[in-house]
């Protein structure tokens, strides 16, 4: 069974730290070892853009410009969860975070994940 489950979402003032979690199932992990996981975003009346990626396999990461330098992402050990550590937030932050799982290993920078989760809501107050 592939599963992606998001939490650690909630509202935190401008300048404020959050830190997003991403579990994903055995069967996810088994479909997609040699694959990219992702962390996406979507505003309302806006499209849904590319955050920050890391290739499970070798820990690689990639960062979208907007969050580079705030953000950062990252596995555990066991690589059952990937995380989204969000510092300096801003309220233009705000909007549901998505985490998502590519089974290609190639361009992380991409909307085209093959499986998404449900979301968790961020929101950044001024």
């Known amino acids: 069974q592939v599963q992606l489950v998001e939490s650690g979402g909630g509202l935190v003032q401008a300048g404020g730290s959050l830190r997003l979690s991403c579990t994903a199932s055995?069967?996810?992990?088994?479909?997609?070892?040699?694959?990219?996981m992702g962390w996406f975003r979507q505003a309302p009346g806006k499209e849904r853009e590319f955050v920050a990626g890391?290739?499970?396999?070798?820990?690689?990461?990639y960062y979208s410009d907007s969050v580079k330098g705030r953000f950062a992402i990252s596995r555990d050990n066991a690589m059952t969860t990937v995380y989204l550590q969000m510092n300096s937030l801003k309220p233009e932050d705000t909007a549901v975070y998505h985490c998502?799982?590519?089974?290609?290993?190639?361009?992380?920078?991409?909307?085209?994940?093959?499986?998404w989760g449900q979301g968790t809501q961020v929101t950044v107050s001024s």
């Open positions: 998502a799982v590519k089974r290609s290993p190639g361009v992380v920078i991409t909307t085209r994940y093959d499986y």
């Open positions: 055995r069967g996810t992990r088994d479909t997609f070892r040699s694959g990219t």
């Open positions: 890391i290739r499970w396999t070798d820990s690689s990461t």
